[in-house]
């Protein structure tokens, strides 16, 4: 069974421009999330799908991310613009709805912005 | 509210065992899991407790006291491998939202 897909793995960008990231969860998992981490702390959710509605985006800053998961599988994240401040590891993670305790998560992409 | 605390730092020897503790305060908690991160990898799920007491797989087990709003994670015979960052995971009402805390970060030396 193939694993949660993400891509790039690596973003190297300027600040003010735009970046996104792309995500392919595991077949069959209904559930969707996107987390933030910085280094040295633990992932911080920014957004958490149930198929394609978002069912919490409320850590997520609505001024310049935005995300979407048409369809109800793969999902994109983007920034735009983007900040120093946001060079982090940009992780995907998925479940199935009856085990959400358990949590399949990405490579990560990491963002390093210049 | 929500709060959450892990040692920073532990370290031990191989062979031996180790428990990370976690403390919590989270409205509507539900259950607790727990994460293992090698450094530049993905968290990998190790277990989740939603009832009080002691739950075993493998080398690893885990413990929850929903009274005392505390659990910890035990790693027996403790291997080199084991070197990594464990995340404690309190998840907030039934099917909604984990909140990761901040990890411990486990060295395991020879």
């Known amino acids: 069974e193939a694993g949660v897909v993400q891509s790039p793995r690596y973003k190297i960008i300027e600040k003010k421009q735009p970046v996104a990231f792309w995500c392919n969860p595991i077949s069959g998992h209904n559930t969707l999330y996107w987390y933030r981490q910085n280094l040295g702390q633990g992932p911080e959710l920014l957004i958490r799908y149930e198929n394609e509605e978002a069912v919490d985006d409320s850590q997520l800053p609505k001024d310049r991310f935005s995300a979407e998961r048409l369809k109800g599988v793969d999902s994109t994240l983007k920034i735009q613009p983007a900040e120093l401040g946001d060079s982090a590891v940009y992780l995907c993670a998925s479940s199935t709805r009856t085990a959400e305790e358990t949590q399949y998560f990405g490579p990560g992409t990491r963002l390093l912005v210049l | 509210g929500q709060s959450l605390e892990q040692p920073s730092e532990v370290t031990a020897v191989e062979g031996a065992i180790v428990q990370i503790n976690c403390t919590y305060q989270?409205?509507?908690?539900?259950?607790l899991s727990w994460y293992q991160q090698h450094d530049g990898g993905a968290p990998t799920f190790l277990s989740y407790n939603a009832l009080d007491g002691l739950e075993e797989t493998g080398r690893f087990s885990s413990f929850l006291s929903r009274s005392d709003s505390y659990g910890y994670l035990l790693l027996q015979e403790l291997q080199m491998k084991d070197s990594a960052s464990y995340f404690c995971a309190p998840e907030r009402n039934y099917g909604q939202n984990f909140v990761f805390g901040p990890g411990t970060r486990l060295s395991v030396l020879p």
């Open positions: 989270t409205s509507g908690f539900y259950g």
